[in-house]
């Protein structure tokens, strides 16, 4: 059982590149989400859905974009990448999101230059 | 706004030397409060859920309480495997807008020495 799998692992950008960043579930969990994670600061949640077809902004949506065509895939792209999205990013799964804890991936270190 | 605040920051322990780590919340209603293990280079590892005042919750050498404004992570007797940084995250009660969102602090590094 893979779990949350998140690709690239690393990644290096060009201040005005566009990427996405994958993350797949195999658990058929209904609720996902993108984090991210930056010195001495608490993960800050960016986008999340609750089932496939529907999504909505987190804490820190601006540069960011999702959609959730199937259950398994929640892809979040990147616009036009800014220095300021350095970050290590985390995707995350629940079966609920009421009460279930979240599953996460490894993650993917995205460094803009 | 929801706030959660752990301390200390970072611990230094000896192999065996019991200690606590602190997590204060504010949430205008609690749903759960949740506690994470994560290890350099991965994501955060699932430990524990509490979900009401006064709740415990065991796993090996580790502990959670929770209390209205609080909850302790006690390790005890740790191990150099032990080491790690623990998060803590709250998941407020209200509307369905708040599912599953979870508001986390900045975690406490836990370095155990032989």
């Known amino acids: 059982n893979a779990g949350v799998t998140q690709t690239p692992k690393f990644q290096v950008l060009k201040t005005g590149q566009s990427m996405t960043l994958q993350c797949a579930q195999d658990?058929?969990?209904?609720?996902m989400s993108w984090y991210r994670q930056d010195p001495g600061m608490g993960l800050r949640l960016i986008h999340y859905s609750v089932g496939a077809g529907i999504t909505d902004q987190g804490e820190v949506p601006n540069g960011y974009n999702v959609s959730r065509s199937t259950t398994e895939d929640f892809p979040l792209r990147l616009l036009s990448a800014a220095p300021s999205q350095t970050s290590v990013y985390f995707c995350?799964?629940?079966?609920?999101?009421?009460?279930?804890?979240?599953?996460f991936g490894n993650g993917t270190r995205l460094t803009v230059t | 706004e929801d706030q959660v605040t752990q301390s200390p920051e970072a611990l230094r322990l000896q192999e065996g030397e019991s200690s606590s780590l602190n997590c204060s919340y504010t949430?205008?209603?609690?749903?759960?409060l949740f506690w994470y293990r994560q290890d350099p280079g991965k994501g955060p590892e699932f430990l524990f859920t509490l979900y009401s005042a006064g709740e415990e919750k065991e796993k090996e050498r580790l502990k959670a309480t929770l209390t209205k404004k609080e909850s302790f992570l006690h390790i005890t007797a740790p191990k150099p495997e032990d080491s790690a940084t623990y998060l803590c995250?709250?998941?407020?009660?209200?509307?369905?807008?708040?599912?599953?969102?979870?508001?986390f602090g900045a975690g406490t590094q836990v370095v155990v020495t032989p």
């Open positions: 949430v205008s209603g609690l749903r759960g």
């Open positions: 995350a799964s629940s079966y609920s999101g009421v009460k279930s804890p979240l599953h």
């Open positions: 995250a709250v998941q407020a009660r209200g509307t369905t807008d708040s599912w599953g969102k979870l508001q």
């Open positions: 658990m058929n969990h209904e609720y």
